[in-house]
């Protein structure tokens, strides 16, 4: 009798892939960045980098929910928060892709660096650049924050879902 061996099926490797940052808050621009970046992995993790040093607006726990608020009608995307080397935390998420948004040359500057530092701790980590909207460009948490803190309307920076949310 013919015995034919099955060789077990492949199973394919998830691409995962973290996005860093402080989402203090979590602007329209970060948003889209995700939502861009959705069709090229089977997983996104948006991580909040917790830095001893810096003073946030937002308490982690706040973060965490508005993160939770926004992503929770799309499986495919996570939130999470960690503390050390971003490198490190990608390590432990089994995360091969760095997700970054550039708005400048300065960000390109400053990124650039970052992501040549990264590929020396972590080599199979990539960083993958997402090029900002045009309308997103000048957003950043820093400019919502100042709004917020001056008790100005900062709603319109803001994803739609979490407009009620924030202050
Ligand atoms: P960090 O504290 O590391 O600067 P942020 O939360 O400010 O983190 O931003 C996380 C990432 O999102 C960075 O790569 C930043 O360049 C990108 N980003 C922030 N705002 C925008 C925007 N309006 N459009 C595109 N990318 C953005």
Same mark, same amino acid.
């Given at each position: 009798m013919l015995v034919q061996l099955q060789k077990p099926p492949k199973l394919k490797k998830m691409r995962i892939a973290v996005f860093p940052g402080?989402? &203090?808050?979590? @602007?329209i621009g970060h948003y889209d960045i995700v939502k861009r970046a959705l069709p090229l992995f089977d997983k996104i993790i948006v991580a909040i980098g917790q830095n001893s040093n810096k003073k946030y607006l937002f308490s982690l726990e706040k973060r965490l929910e508005l993160l939770t608020e926004l992503f929770? &009608?799309?499986?495919k995307v996570e939130r999470n928060a960690y503390s050390g080397l971003t490198a490190d935390y990608c390590r432990t998420e089994n995360a091969k892709y760095l997700l970054r948004g550039l708005r400048s040359s300065a960000d390109f500057e400053y990124e650039k660096t970052i992501a040549q530092l990264n590929k020396d701790l972590h080599p199979d980590l990539e960083t993958v650049f997402f090029v900002s909207a045009p309308q997103y460009t000048h957003i950043s948490s820093t400019i919502v924050r100042e709004i917020i803190i001056n008790n100005? &309307?900062? @709603?319109?920076?803001?994803p739609e879902k979490l407009r009620n949310l924030i202050a």
């Open positions: 402080s989402f &203090d808050p979590i @602007t929770q &009608d799309e499986p100005g &309307d900062a @709603t319109q920076f803001l």
